[in-house]
């Protein structure tokens, strides 16, 4: 091993630091290089996205409007043909016919105002004759909810049906409810 004076290792010492400092300030330049790479992409990205996410963003704008249009054009058609069509009510002696809307007191019908399968429902008992409370599950967010926590789902229609033991059905299907009625209440 060479001999060096005090002064040489001194030198060598400072040159070592030196080397050191440089080494650190090469990896500060490189970790900053990436990073600028890095904000260089994720600007491209954001370039190259934005016209597809501009796009969808529009679809969904029109998307939503078009069918809230058809909606609201298609809502009073159907309700104007609901009236038209709804055939007149049964007849009843008046004893019959208070049995029956006393029995109608245990009935709800959840619905919408504009679903086919609710009209299709409210006709029935239109013919029927039978006086049921109408819940509205749309507008009316305490039905849904009660809905939702009774019979399991939104789906409308949906007649609750209280009985007499206490014990509360939730029927679904419009072509089951109206089987149901007719069954109960039919001539
Ligand atoms: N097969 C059913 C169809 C009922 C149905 O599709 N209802 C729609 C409204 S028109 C509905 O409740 N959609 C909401 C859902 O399914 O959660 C029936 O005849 O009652």
Known sequence: MPQYTYSE???????????????????????ARNLAVYNDVLF???????????MEFIMRVLIRYFFRGVRLVLA???LISEKLSTPNAVERAPADQARVDQACQNLAL???????FCIKVRKEIARLGLTIELRDVQHDPAHKQDLL??????KVPC???HHE????EWLYESDDINAWLHQQFGA
């Open 44 to 54: 491209l990205r954001t370039l190259t996205h934005a016209p597809g996410l501009a």
């Open 76 to 78: 009073p058609v159907m």
């Open 159 to 161: 007649l609750k049906i």
């Open 149 to 154: 926590e009774g019979g399991g789902k939104t």
């Open 110 to 116: 959840y619905q919408f105002r504009t679903c086919p």
């Open 165 to 168: 033991d206490g014990r509360e």
């Open 9 to 31: 290792r001194s030198q060598v010492t400072n040159a070592f630091d030196y080397c050191r400092m440089r080494a650190r300030l090469f990896k500060a330049y490189l970790l």
